[in-house]
């Protein structure tokens, strides 16, 4: 049973460019969580989706950033015109439905640097 | 005000030697979650073991268990025999409310042990 994946693992982009961040839940999973990790920091969560709904986006900056789940394929996260300060480690987590306390599992995660 | 404090940067311990890793948390629900993330060097983020605010025992996965003293809002985790492997960060974290109403988890700074030969 293969877990959740992430790609790319690391990802370059230069100021002003567009950054999509992939994730694929493991089967069976229908709730997708994006976290953002800086350096020498604990996780922050970003955003919870479900298939075709965003169910908490508290996390989520208001500029630049958007996440989706649609009903086929993985889930995206979207960083338009990067800064440096998005520079970090973004994880994905997944779980089923019905889940008793929430337990979350992580992708590897993909790390974003922004030259 | 942190939600999870974790007051222990770095922590060294003797291999087979047990080290009980800090945590206190701060929250107004009644109920709520407590999970122990493990964060090897390679990046991925490991599930260790999960408390409940409503659990009655301390929670116990193999070599690792959860020292919950509810009422001082703490929730230790304790590696038993520790083994080179176990070095890594150590993530706290909080769900607070249900896990029918709320998935998002509130992080800790996390504490970084190193397993000495």
């Known amino acids: 049973n293969a877990g959740v994946m992430q790609n790319p693992r690391h990802l370059v982009r230069r100021r002003g460019q567009e950054a999509r961040l992939r994730c694929s839940p493991m089967?069976?999973?229908?709730?997708v969580y994006w976290y953002r990790q800086l350096p020498e920091e604990g996780l922050k969560f970003m955003v919870y989706?479900?298939?075709?709904?965003?169910?908490?986006e508290s996390g989520m900056p208001k500029e630049r950033f958007s996440a989706e789940f649609p009903k086929e394929g993985p889930s995206i996260l979207r960083i338009q015109q990067v800064v440096r300060g998005d520079s970090a480690a973004y994880f994905c987590?997944?779980?089923?439905?019905?889940?008793?306390?929430?337990?979350?599992?992580f992708g590897p995660g993909t790390r974003l640097t922004v030259l | 005000a942190q939600k999870i404090t974790q007051t222990q940067p770095g922590m060294f311990v003797q291999e087979k030697e047990a080290v009980t890793l800090d945590c206190t948390y701060d929250?107004?629900?009644?109920?709520?979650?407590l999970f122990w993330y493990k964060q090897p060097s390679s990046g991925e983020m490991i599930f260790l073991i999960y408390?409940?605010?409503?659990d009655q025992q301390n929670a116990t996965e193999g070599r690792y268990s959860l020292n919950f003293q509810k009422a001082r809002k703490s929730a230790n985790l304790v590696i038993s025999a520790s083994q080179l492997g176990d070095s890594a960060m150590y993530f706290c974290?909080?769900?607070?409310?249900?896990?029918?109403?709320?998935?998002?988890?509130?992080w800790g700074l996390g504490t970084s042990l190193a397993v000495n030969p």
């Open positions: 987590a997944s779980s089923p439905p019905g889940t008793q306390y929430g337990e979350q599992f």
């Open positions: 089967k069976g999973h229908s709730h």
């Open positions: 989706l479900q298939k075709e709904n965003i169910i908490d």
């Open positions: 929250t107004s629900d009644p109920s709520y979650g």
């Open positions: 408390q409940g605010s409503y």
């Open positions: 974290a909080m769900r607070e409310g249900t896990a029918g109403n709320n998935r998002k988890l509130i």
